[in-house]
């Protein structure tokens, strides 16, 4: 039984963060920092860096991005939903590895998860490809654009 309601936690958190990142593109303000991650050229190296462990994403623009867009509806989230614990763990393992491992790589397409040649799709038209973890955010407000 946990594991459904988990998986509507993820469910639900998922669409939280397919918000905020929408809300960094569409908000000025919060688009000045979002942007410096948008300017990152991704070559396809396998990346990693200590110092996402610790919460700093390259330069303070892009850490300031990450803290308002994604770590901070998180902490809140986990908050307010306790049992959902899980969901921050993923979060942290995951955040330290996507930059350079998953999410900007070239090399990687896997169908369903929004990594890789997905994300990268995003960044080269910024009106599509949102979510973050899945396409399932993507495809209910029709912002899905299918990549190969």
Request: aromatic share 20%.
């Amino acid at each position: 039984m946990y594991f459904i309601e988990l998986l509507g936690y993820f469910s639900l958190w998922t669409l939280l963060i397919y918000c905020t990142h929408r809300l960094a593109h569409s908000i000025p303000a919060l688009w000045h920092f979002h942007q410096a991650h948008h300017a990152v050229s991704y070559d396809g190296k396998w990346e990693f860096s200590w110092w996402n462990l610790i919460g700093w994403f390259n330069d303070w623009r892009s850490t300031l991005d990450q803290w308002l867009t994604e770590i901070i509806p998180t902490i809140l989230y986990i908050l307010l939903f306790h049992d959902a614990w899980p969901i921050a763990v993923l979060y942290y393992i995951d955040s330290f590895l996507s930059e350079g491992i998953t999410d900007h790589n070239p090399r990687i397409a896997v169908p369903g998860l929004a990594m890789g040649r997905y994300h990268l799709a995003h960044h080269a038209d910024m009106t599509m490809n949102f979510d973050l973890y899945t396409h399932f955010w993507d495809w209910v407000f029709g912002t899905r654009h299918h990549v190969v």
